[in-house]
């Protein structure tokens, strides 16, 4: 048989209830100011701090940046105007020579030949035209035969003057101070006319090298503007240079214009040694001026070819908005960029902790530039 609770055992489970509600009050009463402690954190924690710089404008000249290969100005194929065996080669590949320098020699075995002939055919004709001169003289011949005797003589004449030229064919020498560059026959081959069997270049008018630019660059170059040369074979040594030609057609196929930029060399004793076909960067310097914004290369990020992002600060500098910029060059230099559009001159870009950046990301400028 159950009996009912006592007085005191109901006394002591309301008084603990009661102590239950007075702790859930006391905790509900506090947590306002501990919600607001986590807000400022947060604001503190979204809150980063940067260093910015303000965009320049400046007059520039837009560097071109191409790739080619060095050059004599003077490079060319000797041949020999005749065919015939190749008795002898003078020089071997490499060699520099001189001018006038023989470099090889036909077999004269057939030229040698027609110009005996060619001399015997005019000596006997220089005799019938002495001799029809004589007689007419005298009256013995008539006019009509002088004037034959004539033509003759000077038809064996010339015929001795062409086996002449053609017999000094035979030896083919350089046609000015330079290297071989190539040999592409041996002694004993037989050679056509016009075969090729040196490639020759000459020093005299000194070295250049050609280059391929695009459209919007070629339009912008001028003859006469200046330039800078790059040689891998030269580690760290600028070769000033001029644009010397340029081409007055594109080239087929590619859609794009070379041009031939003269270096500036010192004096042969200063020179150093150059070799055709090194390869060679050039910086082409044209004279038409743009203005440019520039900035520093650390503001740039998401790079994409020619465009890239930055952060700009607001008018009050507490926020950073994000502005896609086109990138017209970077100058390794001074370690800024050139940028043709995106930006306003006298903007402040943001420099340092631009990658913990986000849209309309509040800042703090700690330092500025």
Same mark, same amino acid.
């Given at each position: 048989m159950m009996r009912a609770p006592s007085l005191s055992l109901c006394a002591a489970w309301v008084s603990g209830f009661a102590v239950l509600l007075l702790g859930l009050q006391s905790v509900a009463g506090c947590s306002p100011p501990a919600t607001a402690a986590s807000e400022r954190a947060s604001r503190e924690e979204a809150l980063v701090r940067v260093r910015s710089a303000v965009v320049m404008e400046e007059e520039v000249a837009q560097p071109v940046r191409a790739?080619?290969?060095?050059? #004599?100005?003077? *490079?060319?194929?000797?041949?020999?105007k005749l065919g015939g065996i190749v008795q002898r080669i003078s020089v071997e590949e490499g060699r520099t020579v001189t001018r006038g320098q023989v470099l090889a020699a036909l077999d004269p075995s057939e030229v040698g030949p027609q110009v005996a002939q060619a001399r015997e055919a005019r000596d006997k004709a220089a005799r019938d035209l002495e001799r029809a001169r004589s007689l007419y003289e005298a009256q013995v011949a008539t006019r009509v035969q002088l004037q034959d005797a004539t033509t003759a003589f000077e038809v064996a004449e010339a015929g001795l003057r062409v086996a002449t030229f053609q017999q000094r064919q035979t030896s083919l020498v350089a046609p000015a101070a330079g290297r071989i560059l190539r040999r592409m026959v041996e002694p004993g081959e037989v050679v056509a006319p016009g075969q090729a069997l040196f490639l020759f #270049?000459?020093? *005299?008018?000194?070295?250049?090298?050609?280059?391929e630019l695009a459209d919007r660059d070629v339009v912008r170059v001028r003859e006469g503007d200046s330039a800078e040369v790059f040689l891998d074979a030269h580690p760290g040594r600028t070769f000033q240079a001029r644009v010397r030609e340029i081409a007055s057609a594109a080239t087929p196929g590619l859609g794009t214009a070379e041009v031939e930029l003269e270096l500036l060399l010192p004096p042969s004793d200063a020179a150093p040694r150059l070799l055709s076909g090194l390869s060679a960067k050039a910086r082409v310097f044209p004279s038409e001026r743009r203005a440019l914004r520039f900035v520093p290369v650390e503001a740039l990020l998401e790079g994409d070819g020619d465009t890239a992002s930055v952060f700009v600060l607001a008018q009050d500098g507490q926020r950073a908005t994000r502005r896609r910029v086109r990138v017209a060059f970077l100058s390794t230099e001074d370690g800024r960029a050139a940028l043709s559009e995106g930006v306003e001159a006298g903007a402040r870009v943001v420099t340092d902790g631009v990658s913990f950046l986000r849209e309309g990301q509040p800042v703090a400028v700690v330092e500025a530039r």
């Open positions: 790739s080619g290969a060095l050059a #004599a100005k003077q *490079e060319s194929r000797l041949s020999f #270049a000459s020093e *005299e008018d000194g070295w250049v090298v050609r280059v």
